[in-house]
């Protein structure tokens, strides 16, 4: 039994179930997604990718632009900026958990990276997914419609709970879960917040069932697209940097109302050839584009 102590709270991190793979464990790593809504994958990229990978965070998000004492900064379509995250593309170990997660013939769905100075706060609870009784208000919940478009995640520093780390409720990526007990949805359901107080997705990590993970840098954490997580306050003492692709299954087209940008053309154009399968229908994201409230039907 492993428990850790955050802030006087105690979180079990054994499950009755494992979470934690090797990169070859290609079957439990499906399943285990599929089942739980979550995995963790031991060491898929080298010490020398991470540090590329941190570099290629710290110049697209920061440059010569410090960050403010708990700054978060985010990116939204990182590959594109990226050629460290572009090579994962012909990483062999890491395109096999990919291709037993979305299927033989996956896309370049969205990518980000995050970088979260010493002292932000809590990242409040809530799903990636855009359920269907929400409104979709920007771009990034339009591209947040189709099931299946797991999130493929680096957290590049590792992840404690003690300096801003991941925190998520396994098996929330059914769509029957039920909120927390003492809790409820917000409404369209991309949050919960406790029964009888206000109705913002809440931000404390006293939730019963939250899973804090703890990652060494290298380590992949797979999460569904409609999984439930949170984010711990930073009182670490370096700045946190993280970066993740989220594929979909097939290469069919994902209709979006914005053009696709000129970034994102450049970004296809220079893929090399024996790669454009992935990138074909690749449609990058118009962060701001203005979303009348309709629905897409992809
Ligand atoms: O910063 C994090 O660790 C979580 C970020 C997140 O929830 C997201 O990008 O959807
Ligand atoms: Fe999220």
Redesign the pocket.
């Known amino acids: 039994m492993s428990v850790i102590a955050v802030d006087g709270i105690a979180y079990q991190t054994d499950l009755p179930y494992r979470y934690v793979f090797e990169p070859h464990e290609l079957a439990a790593i499906r399943s285990c997604n599929l089942e739980h809504g979550f995995c963790v994958v031991k060491q898929v990229i080298t010490p020398e990718l991470v540090d590329a990978l941190k570099q290629s965070v710290r110049e697209t998000l920061i440059g010569d632009n410090p960050l403010k004492p708990g700054e978060?900064r985010?990116h939204l379509h990182f590959v594109e900026f990226s050629p460290p995250l572009t090579s994962l593309l012909e990483n062999e170990p890491y395109m096999a958990i990919a291709r037993v997660l979305y299927g033989e013939d996956l896309t370049v769905h969205r990518t980000?990276a995050?970088v979260?100075n010493v002292g932000c706060r809590y990242?409040g609870w809530?799903s990636?997914w855009s359920f269907p009784e929400g409104r979709i208000t920007h771009a990034s919940e339009w591209l947040n419609t189709r099931e299946g478009c797991y999130s493929l995640w680096f957290?590049l520093n590792g992840t404690h709970p003690s300096r801003?780390g991941?925190a998520l409720m396994p098996d929330s990526h059914r769509m029957d879960w039920q909120a927390p007990e003492g809790f409820q949805f917000t409404p369209g359901r991309r949050s919960f917040h406790k029964v009888g107080s206000d109705t913002n997705g809440y931000a404390g990590m006293d939730v019963p069932g939250l899973l804090p993970l703890l990652t060494e840098p290298g380590d992949l954490i797979v999460f569904a697209e409609r999984t439930y997580?949170g984010?711990f306050p930073h009182n670490g003492d370096e700045v946190r940097l993280?970066c993740g692709i989220g594929f979909r299954p097939g290469r069919t087209p994902y209709p979006v109302p914005w053009p696709v940008p000129e970034s994102a053309v450049a970004f296809k154009t220079g893929v090399p050839e024996r790669l454009q399968p992935l990138v074909e229908q690749y449609v990058g994201i118009e962060p701001n584009w203005p979303i009348d409230g309709g629905r897409p039907s992809p």
């Open positions: 978060t985010v980000a995050i979260k990242g809530h990636d957290y801003a991941l997580h984010v993280s």
